[in-house]
């Protein structure tokens, strides 16, 4: 048994390695500045549920006897924890690396890409979990499915030996990865350039033993002839044909099966397309994937219909980069006779200004001119950042193309100010990333109609 402890240990990917380590029999404790702001409450008590025991974030837990001081990108050099175990000396590693040792002593399907990493991985889970493989997951987002008073839902131990990780390519700490299967879904520009992309997921492809490729995403297909014998899905090779697409369940051909999810939007067929091939390399029947997904409760904030009131329809959803947006904007017009209210919060200053044009246009491109947009102000988690970018300035521009939009600093005022303005059939989205209130915040608006 080893001691870990955990510095932000609230985040997704660190509160996922932390579940999986405290779950093998080891000794895991941790702190998050977000718990001494009083947040994310209901992730502590879980934590402590199952045995993590949480510290301030003043390095009073930091002791001489810590085998792994567990960091993510996101701990910056001042935090008095690393202070302290720099002080002490303790083995300091990042979370990539803790992970890497998973990655490698599993047979690992990794799934990387820009856009429906965390519902794919979860599919995957889910198919193989239903056929009786006993998986392991470690994933970005909660598995609706895995969620309960002590698992928060991104992280389960199971007893097979196929483990299904989401690999995040926004630090290019994926490269430290070496899967028996990488899925890789597309490329688009979120944390990095296009081009600084297809170098990561190049390096991650030749890792791998089996490499699996979106053939619908031109930016993966620039790099799959520098890639030894891609597998290649999509809708050309895998024979997809949509039968019915809904807003809350959809119908579609693929593989010479019929499959049925209860989830809408284009993007999630895709997402199941996808975690299929990979299912049936590993030998899983096209009928048992199929009802294994008819049965996939989806994943928390992705595409999560909060409910329905006075034909009114509250989805909650974490897109927050222009395609995720794109995608889910192309789900809520699934009717184009409803009408959207876009809520979107942007999740940090930096990628906010990388991406404000795109931003603009996709709204502006995905909006009819009965929509509205509706931005709270961009999200700020703490650290040293340049605030030279506010969701006003995007308001003003979309506002500009004849879309109407709203800026709003304060964000609770938002319930009341759409009460003059909600309609029947109307479709209420609340987007954005990072902020765990966010869903709350789509409860209490749902609650408020």
Known sequence: MSKYYFCAIAGSGMSALAQMAAMEGNSVSGSDRSFDQGKNIDIKTKFENIGIKIFPQDSTGITSDIDFFVVSTAVEDNNPDIIRARELGLNIIHRSELLSRYVNTHRTIAVAGTSGKSTTTAMIWHILNENGFEPSVINGAYINSLMSEKLIGNAYMGGGDILVIEADESDATIKKYKPEIALILNISRDHKSIDELKDIFLFFSKQSKNVFLNEDDSNLMDISNQISNPVFFGHKSSGVEIKKLELSRSEFEAFGGIFSLPM????????????????????????????????????????????????????????????????????????????????????????????????????CKNLKPSDILIMPEIFYSGGTVSRDISSQDIVTEVSKKGIESYYFYDRTLIPDFLKNKIRSGDIIGVIGARDNSLHNFAVDLFNSI
């Open 264 to 363: 809408g939007g284009i993007h999630n067929i895709e997402n199941a397309i996808a975690a299929t091939a990979v299912a049936k390399h590993i030998g899983v029947d096209i009928k048992d994937i199929s009802k294994a997904l008819s049965s996939f409760k989806g994943t928390f904030r992705r595409f999560n219909i909060i409910g329905e009131k006075n034909d009114i329809t509250v989805i909650d959803d974490y897109a927050h980069n222009p395609q995720k947006i794109a995608a889910i904007l192309k789900a809520f017009n699934a009717d184009p006779s409803k009408r959207i209210i876009a809520i979107y919060q942007p999740h940090g200053f930096g990628p906010t200004r990388m991406l404000k044009d795109e931003l603009v246009k996709v709204f």
